[in-house]
């Protein structure tokens, strides 16, 4: 090989490129190489010191829940045809992909109740952020406003991108658990390019979504008529979404969401998908891929990647978004998932996450020093104040095989939230389940509150 | 029709149809488990107001429907381990299977994000050791795990940029971008806020320094190189570059997208860079996918790092970690977070066991293999019979990957790049990237990667020639590629002016869906 190009040696071909001032001239302080066997055993040795919903009985959420996800996921993602390939820039030989991209739209769409879906972006915040874009290239105005009910992370987020594209963020806070929707109607005026909320919030709380889209459209629409109304955006749990009414039928012109509960593992929180879903309106505005069917010289049917005038590689500084790829082998588990589940399934699971969410918030909250924190509807997660110091009480907890929840004041470091556990209810989690946690919890709370007094 | 084998493939080339365009009413594979808390009057737990009213029209299959459906149209896609994909900037290596054992097992797989830290402590070292690694390879100290993909490591560093000029009481407008850049970079400073300047291309495929003189200012906050860059070429006046971009004041940012050209051979902050990102799913084996998940990485200097997202990994005194607002000044004034949760944990498991598996030497074995392979198959594209068609753009030697113009080919054979790369499908080859980088005529970007053997390049490299001997006796072959794959040329445009994005579905009948029950 070195005689075809000409060289002596391979170290010839890099001196004659790098300059000798920036060649390394020590080798990285790395540890050796080592073989599949004892990588295999060095990373199972790291696994074995995490403890996985898998060796405790977890009611952690909170943006990521441990739902079931079946077998036929990991075979089908698994595959070299899926896992191996690039971006289908070929399309005559990445039909396979395609069509995953265009049949998850299509589950996307009808899920959400709007007529457009992207074949997913990163995950669920930097989606809303992504959204957020999407506003301020469609209106031009300054400020986004947004309920204290969307979930942390994503007000981070969208706080971050925003300072980049210079656009303000404005929060709302809840009243009764849900977004207060006075102070929603007063906080929107002309200068609002986009109006955020969450449902269910990220307090485990159905928002009312059409009386949120609906104060939105009408409380700047008067004032100034040539820029139209603010760009209403709604983060959705997907996993609610058999049994809560669409955001397209709510009055919603951008639903984003995380992704994970459809079939995607929780991998300590990455990767997943985010979705991204729209009016026909913002088609040509929208982030990331888009599949789009078409036929080919024979007439046979097909797909490729379609509206790229508005990507990156095309666009460089006026593209809609920097996104390049989707995240083709998540929205794959996604929409395989949403198969597996099917019409009736995804209806039935809804019901039976109603049931036992429902069940396990009456059931807690009647213990004593436990009560919720409030009383609206919730479907998969609630939140509940303990008279006891939360991490205290976990770790109690933790000496049964128990995790109750997720500490909320540690992640969104409000005072209010002191005291306050996330409960999530995954089907997972059965009655026996939700019980033996009330045990736990009952003498986690009731000796927390001993010692403290003692 | 002299080469190309003129197969129907029946099970591939079945009409298309989507998963909604199957199944029955009433199929189904999910068995919901059993109602097992006391029944509650549902118009109770969830106000019919708040209901919707007919379900989403989701299939109707059961599991056997799936796995025939998707393991059948999965075998219309091409992919990396069916056949070679020098697909040039992509760094389309081989992805070890070992990495989707260790990455599945329950520890990391079931691991829940907020478990508390002193219970995903196997979790944090990993990420620890990994942050390490990088900081070692990139020659810059501080590391985000965080960004999810090289685009959002880009924007990171362009919001880093703006966040250290503006702790400094500076407002600076203008980025510096060469004409070959990837697009994500004009793209990722406009999102940031700033503006957009080209810089152009010398002679010899470098930077214009001529014009990085006549352009670099104090209103300069960043100059985005890739280096290598984008014709494969490693920037001889790299030195030089840094010293005009820090002597104004400005950063200096590398898209790590060509890092494999170089590890353990030269790293980016001893060249002057201030900022780099990583791609996981490059360099260091995330397997792509069809189009994610990736992860984006990103290792700054330390005047850089007290703006680094948040949160960051920390070790206690105790040799305990976390995940906390600050380490070593990093993280004191953070631009924030950039997405939920700490980043892609599976990709960190996939890049760590691959690093473990190479150590020191075998990184930088992997970048020398990929550069041999890819000046050995210049080599033998510099040959009679393709070379005068098909010329290597700029240089002599390449790196990591290298740019052909085949201007001379649509002159000379009136096939362009565009019909010389379907061609190549009918050959069982993935074609190289196409039209980029944009200031090469007809470009084709060609990059091997270190994990294809000689028998591989060499077959590929025949391939070429055998399409270019076959359209100098007749063009319309190639113009008329492919002939084999399951779908022939699409048409692309028709696609882009009436665009269908979803399936069709009809409303279901009242009796064919859901009658009642669960629907309030």
Redesign the interface.
Known sequence: ??A????GS?QE??D????Q????RH??????????Q???A??????????????EL?F?G???Y?HYV?A?I???T????????????????????L??M??Y???I???T?L???N??V?????AVAAAG?LAKLHNGASRFVVSAGL?P??I??L???A????MEVEQVPLRDGVTDIEAWTRAIGPDTSAAIFAQPNFYGA?E???ALSAAAKSSSAVVNGSRGTPVVIAQVDPIT??????PG?CGVDVAVG?GQPLGN???????S?GFFAAREEY?RRMPG??????????G?????L????R?????????T????????????AG??Y???????????????L???T??ARERLAALAGVEALHEQ?V?REFPLRLDADVAAV?RRC?GVGI?PG?DVHA?TGRPEDRGVLLVAIT?RR???D?DRLADALEVAVAAEREAVAA | MSGAPQLELPLQRERARTIFQKGAPGRRAFVCPPLDVPPVDADELLPARFRRARPPLLPEVSEPEIVRHYVGISKRNFDLDSGFYPLGSCTMKHNPRLHERVAAFPGHARLHPLQDQERAQGALELMWNLQGALAEISGLAHVSLQPSAGSHGELAGVLLTRAYHEDRGEIRHKVLTPDTAHGTNPATVTMAGLEVVKLATNRDGGVDLEDLRAKVDRDVACLMLTNPNTLGLFDPNIEEIASIVHGVGATLYYDGANLNAIMGLSRPGDMGFDIVHFNLHKSFTQPHGGGGPGSGPIATSARIAPFLPRPLVVRAEDGSFALGHERDGAGSKSIGRLRGFHGNYGCFVRAYAYICSLGADGLRDASEAAVLNANYLLARLREKGVAEYLPLAYGELCMHEFVLSGGPMKRALQIKTLDLAKRLLDFGFHPPTVYFPLLVEEALMVEPTETETKETLDAFAEAIAKILTEAAEDPQIALGAPYTTPVRRLDEVAAAKRPIIRERLEEPTPSGTLTGEGLG
């Open positions: 090989m070195l075809a190009i000409g060289v391979i071909i890099f004659r490129q790098i300059p001032a920036v060649r390394l080798a990285l302080a790395l540890p050796e190489g080592l073989g599949e004892e990588v295999y060095h990373l199972r040795e790291l696994a074995e010191r995490n403890t996985s919903a898998e060796d977890s952690l909170a943006g990521m441990d079946p036929v990991d075979m089908l698994e595959r070299s045809e899926f896992l191996t390939p690039y971006t289908p820039y070929q399309p005559e030989i990445s039909q396979g992909g069509q995953v265009f049949e739209q299509t589950a769409s009808e899920l109740g007529p457009v879906s074949a997913s990163y995950e669920g915040p930097s874009y979930h992370h994503s981070e987020t706080r971050t991108l300072h980049g594209y210079e159905v009312d979504a059409a979404l058999g049994i809560l009414k669409p039928a995380e593992r929780l991998d300590f929180g990455g990767p998908f088609l891929r888009i599949a789009g069917e078409t036929v080919d010289v024979d046979r049917r097909g797909f490729v379609t509206l790229q005038t990507e990156q590689h095309i666009r460089r500084e006026k593209a978004s920097n996104i390049c790829t989707s995240q083709a082998l998540n929205a794959l929409v395989v949403l198969t597996w589940l099917g019409r009736r399934g995804i209806v039935e699971l809804g019901e039976l109603l049931a036992r429902h069940y509807p479907i976990k933790a995790n997720v992640l089907e059965s009655r026996a939700i």
